[in-house]
Antibody
Framework: VQLLQSGAEVKKPGESLKISCEGS????????IGWVRQMPGKGLEWMGI????????KYNPSFQGHVTMSVDKSINTAFLQWSSLKASDTAMYYC?????????WGQGTLVTVSS | EIVLTQSPGTLSLSPGERATLSCRAS???????LAWYQQKPGQAPRLLIY???SRATGIPDRFSGSGSGTDFTLTISRLEPEDLAVYYC?????????FGQGTKLEIK
């Protein structure tokens, strides 16, 4: 399965956003999809994982309540969304396939939040 | 939550040398549930090692992982210029999984 993420976004604080991660070349529903944040110049942060088969989710408490993970199996796509962005959400966001270790990664979506 | 501490922060070595990167956990990583990733400049991370010592598909045998309990090591033998990257460890004992802060490998 290869993962293709949506393009870069520039948003204002308080705006909503939904970024996507489309799988191709395999059985999308059989593998968990994880999300990882990388703030500018910083390390990797595990945000959570979602299972496309039944939408079971496991969030990092540090992110729970601020982001929502979802999937649409019919189009082999996972989503990460915010209802009210903050400047501190400025980061690169990666999706990756895997329940425990992250086997292959998308190219990343750069989200910039600035007034 | 398990905290992973990587050392050194930066490692500067010459081509052909051996690199030894450390990842220490704040508590036992059961069943050796530890992975290593490589992130080259401007690229997404790439899985190198899982289960502390199993190489991912397509990873050269210059890369090896070892360790157990709370102390784990990634060894890169015979460094090549293309190994310039930041290397991260990650546990998957229980959620939330966490990453170490990374070790930057510079090639002289």
């Amino acid at each position: 399965v290869q993962l293709l993420q949506s393009g870069a976004e520039v948003k204002k604080p308080g705006e909503s956003l939904k970024i996507s991660c489309e799988g191709s070349g395999g059985s999308f529903s059989d593998y968990w999809i994880g999300w990882v944040r990388q703030m500018p110049g910083k390390g990797l942060e595990w945000m959570g994982i979602i299972y496309p088969g039944d939408s079971d989710t496991k969030y990092n408490p540090s992110f729970q309540g601020h982001v929502t993970m979802s999937v649409d199996k019919s189009i082999n796509t996972a989503f990460l969304q915010w209802s009210s962005l903050k400047a501190s959400d400025t980061a690169m966001y990666y999706c990756a396939r895997g329940w425990q270790w992250l086997i292959n990664w998308g190219q990343g979506t750069l989200v910039t939040v600035s007034s | 939550e398990i905290v992973l501490t990587q050392s050194p922060g930066t490692l500067s070595l010459s081509p052909g040398e051996r690199a030894t990167l450390s990842c220490r956990a704040s508590q036992t990583v059961s069943s050796n549930y530890l992975a290593w990733y490589q992130q080259k400049p401007g690229q997404a991370p790439r899985l190198l090692i899982y289960g502390a010592s199993s190489r991912a598909t397509g990873i050269p045998d210059r890369f090896s992982g070892s360790g157990s309990g709370t102390d784990f090591t990634l060894t890169i033998s015979r460094l090549e210029p293309e190994d310039l990257a930041v290397y991260y460890c990650q546990h998957y004992v229980s959620t939330p999984y966490t990453f170490g802060q990374g070790t930057k490998l510079e090639i002289k």
